[in-house]
Nanobody
């Protein structure tokens, strides 16, 4: 009942910036989108949390991105953004949008298709 569409990945030089966007499209009744966030994954490693934001704007960042990345959310548009500044080569990964969705008394995670971020000179 929920689809996540991401955009904004690409190639950037170290020290550069990128902005990721993710819009959730929900169908059906009683669908509530709670927290939204961004995870990233590189080959051979587990997917890790980058940043997350709840519907009332409580925010959590991975230590590795604090001070460089900013997550924000437009609840009216069901869209979450990730502004990434001062990018480092170790930030390169596939970034996945995540939404924690509740429908009546059940809840589950939904994931976007992933967008590649490459940081290289």
């Amino acid at each position: 009942q929920v689809q996540l569409v991401e955009s904004g990945g690409g190639l950037v030089q170290p020290g550069g910036s990128l902005r990721l966007s993710c819009t959730a499209s929900a169908s059906g009744s009683f669908v509530r989108i709670n927290a939204m966030g961004w995870y990233r994954q590189v080959p051979g490693k587990e997917r890790e949390l980058v940043a997350a934001i709840t519907s009332d704007n409580f925010i959590n960042y991975a230590d590795s991105v604090k001070g460089r990345f900013t997550i924000s959310r437009d609840n009216a548009k069901n869209t979450v953004y990730l502004q990434m500044n001062t990018l480092k080569p170790e930030d390169a990964a596939v970034y996945y949008c995540n939404a924690k969705v509740s429908i009546l008394l059940t809840s589950r995670d939904y994931w976007g298709q992933g967008t590649q971020v490459t940081v290289s000179s």
